[in-house]
C-alpha cells in the first residue's frame, strides 16, 4: 500500500533547471559531433528561445532547432541530439 507520495513542485528537492541544462549541453556537443557546424553558445541561445516560445518540455525542440540553423531536419543530427540528451 502507498502510504506517502512526494511531489517537487517548485524545484526544492532537485534542481531541474540544472539537470535540463547539463542534457541540453551533452546533446548540443553531440549535435555538433554529429555535423551541426554553429558556435555552442548560438545553438545553447536558440535552444532556450525556442523554449522561452514554446514551453520548457517542447519535445520538438531539436527538430525545430535545425529547421531554424539549417533550413532542415538533418535526421543523422536530430539522433545524435536526442541519444546525447538522454
Known amino acids: 500500500m502507498i502510504k506517502l507520495i512526494i511531489f517537487d513542485l517548485d524545484n526544492t528537492l532537485t534542481d531541474f533547471m540544472r539537470m535540463k541544462d547539463e542534457s541540453i549541453n551533452a546533446a548540443i556537443w553531440s549535435m555538433i559531433d554529429a555535423g551541426l557546424d554553429f558556435p555552442e553558445q548560438r545553438i545553447h541561445e536558440e535552444i532556450y528561445r525556442i523554449y522561452d516560445e514554446e514551453g520548457i518540455e517542447y ?28
Open 59 to 86: 519535445q520538438k525542440v531539436f527538430n525545430r532547432l535545425l529547421v531554424t540553423l539549417i533550413g532542415e531536419v538533418d535526421y543523422r543530427i536530430l539522433a545524435a541530439g536526442i541519444v546525447g540528451y538522454r
